[in-house]
T-cell receptor
Framework: DSGVTQTPKHLITATGQRVTLRCSPR?????VYWYQQSLDQGLQFLIQYYNGEERAKGNILERFSAQQFPDLHSELNLSSLELGDSALYFCASSVTPGVESYEQYFGPGTRLTVT | AQTVTQSQPEMSVQEAETVTLSCTYDTSESDYYLFWYKQPPSRQMILVIRQEAYKQQNATENRFSVNFQKAAKSFSLKISDSQLGDAAMYFC?????????????FGPGTRLSVLP
């Protein structure tokens, strides 16, 4: 168990709809990363937050948005969903001040199916 | 910007044999971290091994070891005594030594099959 939680585990929705994916980082971690992984593909970096502020942006569509809240949990909002948005969405956390640990810890992912 | 390359999209190994997965990276930084992650069919991302660039000694975790060649910007993963459970996608990753973890780059992955 990495300590990173993601909800829901599975989500099935229709095209055109909007969904929100939630992530709680490991206790003490200030950074949250979001990734998209389509079937048999690599990890596509979407966005990173550090202590509530956006720090890095990857190939995130304009239909997607994210935020990190004061309690450090993060939400990824996907709107106007298309069939191609069906994927596994990972959240990862990292960076606990004062702790020498530099890897990312991944949650179990949210499997999104758009029909 | 840093890049990570894994030139072997797929590899296979016989059970109990040894296999080496390749990874190269491009950076102008002198201090950074490198990682190998494993993604089995369950699709959970699992950290296999980490290496700090300032350490000359290659990291080892049980049957997993790395060959870190800083000058060549190469970071290969060796799996000894391969087991069926080692079958997975393996991702090489790079992280800058910054305070925010904002420069974390993954390679495209290598799919490893283990043959009984």
């Amino acid at each position: 168990d990495s300590g990173v939680t993601q909800t829901p585990k599975h989500l099935i929705t229709a095209t055109g709809q909007r969904v929100t994916l939630r992530c709680s980082p490991r206790s003490g971690d200030l950074s949250v990363y979001w990734y998209q992984q389509s079937l048999d593909q690599g990890l596509q970096f979407l966005i990173q937050y550090y202590n509530g502020e956006e720090r890095a942006k990857g190939n995130i569509l304009e239909r997607f948005s994210a935020q990190q809240f004061p309690d450090l949990h993060s939400e990824l909002n996907l709107s106007s969903l298309e069939l191609g948005d069906s994927a596994l969405y990972f959240c990862a956390s990292s960076v606990t001040p004062g702790v020498e640990s530099y890897e990312q810890y991944f949650g179990p992912g949210t499997r999104l199916t758009v029909t | 910007a840093q890049t990570v390359t894994q030139s072997q999209p797929e590899m296979s190994v016989q059970e109990a044999e040894t296999v080496t997965l390749s990874c190269t990276y491009d950076t102008s930084e002198s201090d950074y971290y490198l990682f190998w992650y494993k993604q089995p069919p369950s699709r959970q991302m699992i950290l296999v091994i980490r290496q700090e660039a300032y350490k000359q000694q290659n990291a080892t975790e049980n049957r997993f070891s790395v060959n870190f060649q800083k000058a060549a910007k190469s970071f290969s993963l060796k799996i000894s005594d391969s087991q069926l459970g080692d079958a997975a996608m393996y991702f090489c990753a790079y992280r800058s030594r910054d305070n925010y973890g904002q420069n974390f780059v993954f390679g495209p992955g290598t799919r490893l099959s283990v043959l009984p």
